[in-house]
């Protein structure tokens, strides 16, 4: 109880009981009273005196796998040795003494889902990890929908770009990718792109964009959909906000409300999960700043009324310095970069021409905010 008090204080309680195996129930019980001993795990039950012997079950199972009944239910078995004159126990203790050793199964071949990793990922610095998704925008009818394409950093919660359309396209994910990463200036290896396991995020031409662009990928597992946690986040954000309307009359007027949307969210949101800080302060390095005159204010206000502050000079809060996607339970972390279960893409040359795609007739445009000055 004792290593999962200190283990709580790094990495949370909930975390350190399940690692560790211990019962949050019994650790805050131990917790309350610590000097009461732990109670101990209750005995096994003995074995009652009608239950088979070890010889028993040892013949029993030895007839099981005989030659005569090695392929034969236990249900045929059971009824072939009653006519036989012969009883050994009933056919449920066979199926029981057959599953404790690992022998009932189904025999005919059944589709097995794969294994999927989970993804770890971390971000300690703006454009190491991006994640992006697809939310659907109710239209003006019932059944009409437009898809809303929003690419975030995780690290600062900065949207480096968004597009609306009428449909769900992966040339369209394709190019807001591309533009996304020559506005912020990506490097080959220097970013990975998270995103769940759409059609357009698994589609072949999105991946050959990827490797072209020497940008990494990561997927979610099937149906987690906490392993996507940043962009369902900013969508609740973008969904649950005063303005945001029942219906959009057309995608030309979706597009109307998250142009000012996304400015006010990149540029004016003070986000909680960053300190009260905007993802533009963040994202574009003037944090350092922005905490210094908080902290002046902070000061001031002590000097005036040093009595109010019960616990000392207040200190203003910072922003976390890394950032997981699934971190693990007990994780030893140490410089920037991404580490985990990743795709890996190879590394490739970026176009070296650094010009954004231009717009089909009709294709929507796609905004990627303007980098502002640091």
């Not at 000097?35 to 039950?45: D, F, G, Q, W």
């Not at 010889?55 to 009824?79: G, K, M, N, T, W």
């Amino acid at each position: 109880m004792a290593t999962a008090l200190t283990l709580g204080e790094r990495i949370g309680v909930a975390r350190a009981c399940d690692t560790l195996l211990i019962p949050r129930a019994s650790f805050y019980r131990w917790k309350a009273k610590p000097n009461e001993p732990v109670a101990a795990e209750a005995p096994s039950r003995a074995t009652p005196e009608r239950a088979l012997s070890a010889d028993e079950r040892a013949e029993i199972s030895a007839e099981l796998h005989s030659a005569r009944f090695v392929d034969q239910a236990p249900r045929e078995v059971y009824a072939t040795l009653l006519e036989a004159g012969i009883y050994l126990c009933h056919w449920r203790t066979m199926y029981r003494i057959l599953s404790r050793d690992g022998e009932v199964r189904e025999r005919r071949d059944q589709a097995r889902h794969p294994v999927y990793a989970r993804p770890e990922l971390i971000a300690t610095g703006p454009n190491q990890v991006w994640s992006w998704d697809i939310t659907k925008l109710r239209g003006p009818v019932k059944g009409v929908w437009f898809f809303l394409y929003v690419i975030m950093d995780i690290f600062s919660r900065y949207v480096v770009g968004w597009l609306v359309d009428e449909h769900e396209r992966e040339t369209l994910s394709r190019e807001l990718i591309d533009a996304a990463c020559t506005k912020q200036g990506i490097e080959p290896g220097q970013l990975t792109l998270h995103a769940d396991r759409g059609s357009p995020m698994v589609a072949l031409s999105v991946t050959e964009l990827l490797i072209k662009l020497g940008v990494g990928k990561s997927h979610s597992r099937p149906h987690v959909s906490n392993d996507n946690p940043y962009s369902e986040s900013g969508f609740k954000t973008l969904k649950y906000h005063p303005t945001f309307p029942d219906r959009f009359a057309d995608v030309q007027g979706s597009r109307d409300f998250c142009g000012p949307y996304f400015l006010w969210y990149n540029e004016e949101h003070h986000h909680t999960s960053l300190a009260l800080l905007t993802p533009a302060t963040v994202h574009y390095g003037r944090t350092e700043a922005v905490l210094e005159r908080r902290q002046e204010v902070l000061d001031a206000a002590y000097a005036l009324h040093p009595e109010r502050y019960v616990n000392g000079p207040p200190k203003a809060a910072a922003p976390p310095k890394e950032v997981w996607i699934n971190p693990p339970a007990i994780a030893e972390v140490g410089g920037a970069g991404v580490s985990g279960c990743l795709e890996p893409t190879p590394a490739a040359a970026a176009d070296s021409t650094g010009a954004q795609p231009e717009s089909r007739a009709g294709t929507p445009p796609f905004a990627c905010p303007a980098q502002a000055n640091p």
